[in-house]
């Protein structure tokens, strides 16, 4: 039996340990499922067997990711003791994404989890589970595993997918701006290069980093200037295809900087932004005319 399949064990055990968020009518289930947690955290630091099995419903069961599977508490009992007979002093560490409660005796639970053994390669995999009570107590009823996942923001960044490529400034002399986007990361991140050019001479250029801000539910992005300045900004929907993105940064010289960017998805093959209400250490500056840019193909 894989070690994976006993990580995915403790993950379920570990619901009030890890991120999920409480439900305001589960609060005393929380709480007995946290116990339920530290118990079982508790009999795995101490490769005990038995005291996980019973953990499980009498008829709870679990499959791995290969498809090997164990039913019932002596199988599950068994399949613990080859696992620790082989893997002294593993430990656990799982990422919960998601609990809930769909009916009083019932819970779900998805994530991931890793196994680290000493002297050998962590395993990790993706997980589900059904808890069940009974008698007042919750028991493992299933688990089941798939191939681990790294998670992604790819859904959460999808209104700014269009602007991976290359795109450049839409002149034909003078300035000219360029930058291309790309996902990195597991798609976690849209990361891209810029630079601008007089007359065929690099005058500016850096690079910006997009992701997901789960505490304000919107794009943030991290942009780093060639000359050592930085700034921060946060996307924020106005209308269909317009941003205003919020920036502060800091000069190389320390100055502080304000501006919003007014970022405008034209269609899928051009764009246009420009600065308003900017401010460099608490004095106004002009604005910036808007620049238009165009995908290369």
Excluded: C
Aim: no cysteine; aromatic share 10%.
């Amino acid at each position: 039996m894989k070690r994976v399949l006993f990580g995915t064990a403790i993950g379920l055990a570990l619901v009030l340990v890890s991120s999920a968020r409480p439900q305001p009518d589960n609060k005393t289930e929380e709480e007995n499922l946290r116990k339920r947690a530290e118990a079982f955290v508790a009999a795995f630091n101490k490769g005990d067997a038995k005291a996980l099995a019973g953990l499980f419903a009498p008829d709870g069961d679990m499959v791995d990711q290969e498809g090997h599977h164990l039913k019932g508490r002596k199988a599950i009992e068994e399949g613990y003791q080859k696992f620790f007979s082989q893997a002294k002093g593993a430990k656990l560490f799982i990422t919960i994404t998601s609990v809930r409660f769909p009916k009083p005796d019932l819970a779900f639970e998805d994530g991931l989890t890793e196994v680290v053994v000493p002297d050998g390669a962590p395993s990790a995999a993706r997980y589900s589970i059904v808890y069940v009570k009974q008698e007042g107590q919750w028991y493992l009823e299933s688990v089941r595993e798939a191939i681990a996942v790294p998670p992604t923001n790819a859904g959460k960044l999808q209104e700014l997918e269009f602007l991976i490529g290359h795109w450049v400034e839409d002149v034909e002399k003078g300035g000219s701006a360029k930058a291309s986007y790309s996902w990195e990361g597991h798609r976690n991140f849209m990361v891209s290069t810029f630079d601008l050019t007089m007359k065929d001479v690099s005058v500016a250029g850096g690079t910006q980093w997009i992701s997901w801000d789960e505490s304000v539910k919107k794009p943030r992005a991290w942009t780093f200037v060639f000359n050592g300045g930085f700034a921060e900004g946060v996307w924020t929907r106005d209308g269909e295809n317009n941003w205003k993105i919020a920036i502060t940064g800091t000069h190389r010289d320390g100055k502080k900087l304000t501006a919003t960017n007014v970022f405008t998805k034209i269609d899928d093959d051009h764009v246009s932004f420009r600065f308003i209400d900017r401010t460099l250490d608490g004095k106004s500056l002009p604005d910036v005319k808007a620049v238009k840019m165009k995908r290369v193909k």
